[in-house]
């Protein structure tokens, strides 16, 4: 079965970097888009960044200029890099795995932006 396992959230001060990893296993990794999204507390679900198969990447404006998406194929892993991270980027963070009939979720990472 497909499964989407995250990892390198964490507590980070403003201003501060992490980077996010989303091991794919079950499926074609390399043939389909890839999406991060985040939840914060009382707030609804969001697209963060999206990368086609082809590489092709698509950033919400919160987000521009700050995070990098990118996936490497050989590893079967998407990633978010996160820079000049603010208190309003605190969220669970999320990968998504979006075939053509269906999306797959992982659990999800806490990224915390506190000083």
């Known amino acids: 079965q497909v499964q989407l396992v995250e990892s390198g959230g964490g507590l980070v001060q403003p201003g501060g970097s992490l980077r996010l990893s989303c091991v794919v296993s079950g499926t074609i990794f390399s043939l389909y888009p890839m999406a991060w999204y985040r939840q914060a507390p009382g707030k609804e679900r969001e697209l963060v960044a999206d990368i086609t198969s082809g590489g092709r990447t698509n950033y919400a404006d919160s987000v521009k200029g700050r995070f990098i998406i990118s996936r490497d194929n050989a590893k079967n892993t998407a990633y978010l890099q996160m820079n000049g991270l603010k208190p309003e980027d605190t969220a669970v963070y999320y990968c998504?795995?979006?075939?053509?009939?269906?999306?797959?979720w992982g659990q999800g990472t806490q990224v915390t932006v506190s000083s």
């Open positions: 998504k795995l979006q075939p053509p009939i269906r999306g797959y």
